[in-house]
């Protein structure tokens, strides 16, 4: 096994390609290596389980777990994460505590070991009853507690000092077994799914030293794998990962009606049309939008529910059982709605808005298809999503910076029309993928390939630099594709931004120069590429009752490409070629 300083060794799993190596160790020295039987293991399984064979990835955990040593699980959702660690719980000596955001999960997990498994568990969180709590804590203060994995949250670790108590005195009877962090991305501030109790979690490392941690997630970037290594002192922790590629579902994005009615009445005739008595989930950007489609589709006969952060909890409980017994069609929620989610027959996933970033999209399309067979994922898309979303930011937030990058990024995949959309999210997510296992099975691949025409990214570049330097004060992402496209913003905003009319008529005359078509997904696309390749760069301001929002800067790169020239390096990107497209 890797030493302190090496690198954690990424394991990659089943039929997969390697998808490389992880940046960050730091501990203390690992413990020797602990034989563990094959044979032990499987008769195991199927005891407690009634499961003859491993999924990908979970014997390789569960021989890391009895071993003693830090790991770190990246599989996509129904892979079988619970069972790497609960496997372990029950064959080994002690306590295994888990740290699970998700209340409902948690008392799903301990009702199903206790009366499916045979495996005894208990949870001390926020709603357990005093006399459930006394309960477990004779239990556990025993010379040999029953119970063999304990459920919490991150938010009673950071809160009950009564509760860290209760886990001194195993540690100092040896009876931790091991930690385990459920939705471990939710560590990361880089992720959109941070939440901040999860940081107390970076005290088991200092006052448990020799406890090992299993990280669980199904989705981390290589950033957010390394943060939450960094975070929780992993010790040359071996990473497993799966391919977060999902054969059976069905990638699209559709261009969203500007006027809110509209895009409502668009969600209608897809589940009264494409998915009449199909069960899915409908992710709406916030409280209000939920309760307005959700109230508008039950007007149109459809069953469904809402789910949302603003609701009670027994209320948040009551609605998804209900959808999860099938007794309502469509879920209509945020994004506060998915994790711990075990349906199997969804069948389709809508985004009524952009989602915060790739790896949110990912994690909650990831929800449709769990059983196998063909689902859909369709993403209403609109640019003023990109303004709206960006508006929530919180310009005091440390990790702003890094949500402003995350929004651009989504922004980007919807309004690339050409590349295949898995090649660009597993990408994103760190794993190398050819277009052509995609099979046809997202909207861009479907498009004919002849349907193109492309563009040197680098001579379109100079002179939208050469020109945004004329301008007498900065201007946003979505205000430049407008100027671009000629579309007015506004008398005020322009006799701020233009000296004399010449520079704004100068803007209309770019695209026309370089074959660019004045479709506006077409503009937004060239102009996010800019960004994404430095020449141009999204800086976060206040701005008044709107919350946040960006202007544009030039960059040091984007400086040195006016000073040389392109100098015969060009770039050429493919772009869509609507009138083709229209007319096959």
């Known amino acids: 096994f890797p030493v302190v300083g090496e690198p954690a060794l990424v394991l990659p799993v089943g039929e997969f390609a390697p998808l490389g190596i992880e940046h960050f160790v730091s501990g203390a020295s690992m413990e020797q290596d602990v034989d563990v039987d094959a044979d032990a293991i499987h008769e195991a399984l199927w005891h407690h389980f009634g499961v003859r064979e491993f999924l990908p990835a979970q014997e390789h955990c569960v021989r890391a777990a009895l071993q003693g040593r830090d790991c770190v699980l990246v599989l996509p959702t ?40 045979g ?66 991305h939710c560590v990361s501030t880089w992720g959109n799914d941070f939440r901040p109790a999860f940081q107390a979690l970076k005290d088991l490392r200092q006052q448990y030293p020799s406890v090992p941690i299993l990280c669980m997630t199904a989705t981390a970037s290589p950033r957010v794998r390394e943060d939450l290594c960094v975070t929780l002192q992993t010790r040359a922790a071996l990473v497993l990962m799966a391919s977060f590629n999902r054969a059976n579902l069905q990638f699209e994005v559709v261009e969203k009606p500007q006027q809110h009615e509209s895009s409502i009445q668009l969600v209608r005739r ?71 989610i075990h349906k199997k027959n969804v069948r389709f996933v809508i985004h009524h808005s952009m989602p915060k970033s790739i790896v949110e999209y990912h994690q909650e399309t990831g929800r449709a298809g769990r059983d196998g067979k063909p689902s859909a994922c369709i993403l209403l898309f609109s640019p003023s999503d990109k303004s709206r979303l960006t508006s929530l930011v919180d310009v005091a937030s440390p990790s702003k910076e890094s949500q402003i990058r995350e929004i651009a990024g989504v922004t980007l995949f919807c309004s690339d029309m050409v590349t295949c959309r898995r090649k660009l999210m597993l990408e994103h997510l760190g794993e190398h993928f050819d277009p052509l296992d995609c099979q046809k099975t997202c909207d861009n691949c479907r498009r004919s390939t002849q349907a193109t025409y492309s563009v040197d990214l680098r001579e379109f570049s100079l002179d939208v630099l050469s020109w945004v330097t004329k301008l007498s004060s900065s201007l946003s992402v979505i205000d430049l594709v ?82 040389f020239g392109v100098c015969d390096t060009h770039e050429w990107i493919p772009l869509l070629d609507w009138g083709k497209q229209w007319h096959k």
């Open 270 to 340: 897809l589940l009264q049309q494409r998915f009449r008595n199909d069960c899915g989930i409908v992710y709406c950007l916030s409280r209000s939008d939920c309760q307005t489609l959700a109230s508008r589709l039950q007007g149109a006969r459809i069953p469904c529910n809402q789910y949302h952060g603003g609701m009670k909890w027994e209320a948040r409980q009551r609605s998804q059982q209900e959808w999860q017994d099938s007794k309502v069609q469509v879920m209509v929620a945020t994004s506060a709605f998915g994790m711990g």
């Open 119 to 184: 495996i005894p568990a208990a949870a001390l969180t926020g709603v357990t009853s005093v006399a459930e709590t006394r309960a477990i804590e004779v239990d556990l203060e025993s010379a040999n507690p029953s119970i063999k994995l304990l459920y919490s949250t991150p938010e009673k670790f950071a809160s009950s000092p009564r509760f860290r108590s209760l886990l001194q005195s195993l540690f100092e009877r040896g009876l931790i077994s091991r930690f385990v962090v459920d939705e471990a």
């Open 482 to 563: 407008k100027c671009l496209k000629g579309t007015s913003l506004g008398k005020e905003k322009e006799d701020r931004l233009f000296h004399d009319a010449s520079v704004r008529h100068s803007a209309t005359l770019l695209l026309g120069r370089h074959g660019v078509q004045q479709e506006h997904s077409t503009v937004l696309y060239l102009v996010l590429l800019m960004v994404k390749r430095g020449y141009l760069e999204e800086v976060p301001m206040v701005s008044g009752f709107q919350g946040c929002t960006t202007k544009l800067q030039v960059t040091r790169q984007g400086r040195e490409l006016m000073q």
């Open 78 to 117: 129904g892979a079988g994460k619970s069972l790497c660690f609960q496997l372990p719980a029950a064959m080994s000596f002690g306590v295994t505590v888990v740290f699970s955001p998700l209340l409902a999960l948690i008392q799903d997990q301990v009702t199903q070991l206790n009366c499916e498994f």
